[in-house]
């Protein structure tokens, strides 16, 4: 757990949100600000800054990944978007790293 991290604390259960899968390497919580009408964030247990970092970990990134194909099936999507913000000129605003499950409407191509 990182020091201040506000997913590290999500993750423990410290600060209260909606979580709606968990498992041992993640969990996937409807984000405070949805984007579409399913928007999940699935983070994993274990706190990296961003996908740079867990990728390096090939274990822990595996799990990470199956659990965002989970919660998407435990949501009934069969289609979706799947966004990792990295860096902040690329949007990220948590560096603990979490994937966009975004379901439920059409998206366009190129991205904003
Ligand atoms: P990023 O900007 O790093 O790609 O994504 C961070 C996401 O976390 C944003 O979509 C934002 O709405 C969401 N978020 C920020 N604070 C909270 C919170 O306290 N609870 C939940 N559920 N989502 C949050
Ligand atoms: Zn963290």
Redesign the pocket.
Known sequence: MADDC??CR?VTGE?P??VVYSDESAVA???????APT?L?VIPREHFDDIGEIGVDAGTAAGWIAAIGAAARGQGLSEYRV???TGPS??????HV?A?LLGGRPFHWPPG
């Not at 919580?29 to 984007?35: G, H, L, M, R, V």
């Open positions: 506000l997913f999500i600060i949100a909606d919580i409807a984000d405070i600000n949805p984007q928007h964030l966004v990792c913000n690329a949007g990220q605003s948590v560096f979490h966009h």
